[in-house]
């Protein structure tokens, strides 16, 4: 019934740019903060940028600050992540999560927290960033 499915991943160059998607159904994304997250082989599953439900406001790992922006379409209930100047330690697989039990109070520690408390994920999208 409650689904998220991301899309938009694939192979680019270092300085390249891709769009992910990530589509709801069964819910409306308005209710709830959303969040990227993001896991490398070996690695944890770590928050890259979540933006809340109420007053759009956001946050960014500071790896991603200033190259990555997420956004909003409500009228197509979908969350994007815009990835801009990609670099090789940008490869992973990537994860949309919405807080339905809406149990962090700020986007930040959605982000920072937030992989440890989900416990189902998507596919997710691969992004490979290599020369």
């Known amino acids: 019934q409650v689904q998220l499915v991301e899309s938009g991943g694939g192979l680019v160059q270092p300085g390249g740019s891709l769009r992910l998607s990530c589509a709801a159904s069964?819910?409306?994304?308005?209710?709830?903060?959303i969040g990227w997250f993001r896991q490398a082989p070996g690695k944890e599953r770590e928050g890259v940028s979540c933006?809340?439900?109420?007053?759009?406001?956001?946050y960014y790992a500071d790896s991603v600050k200033g190259r990555f922006t997420i956004s909003r379409d409500n009228a197509k209930n979908t969350v994007y992540l815009q990835m801009n100047g990609l670099k090789p330690e940008d490869t992973a697989v990537y994860y949309c999560?919405?807080?339905?039990?809406?149990?962090?109070?700020?986007?930040?520690?959605?982000?920072?927290?937030?992989?440890?408390?989900?416990?189902?994920w998507g596919q997710g999208t691969q992004v490979t960033v290599s020369s």
């Open positions: 999560a919405a807080d339905l039990g809406r149990i962090f109070t700020t986007v930040q520690a959605m982000c920072i927290m937030g992989s440890r408390f989900f416990g189902s």
């Open positions: 069964g819910f409306t994304l308005d209710y709830y903060p």
């Open positions: 933006i809340s439900n109420s007053d759009g406001s956001t």
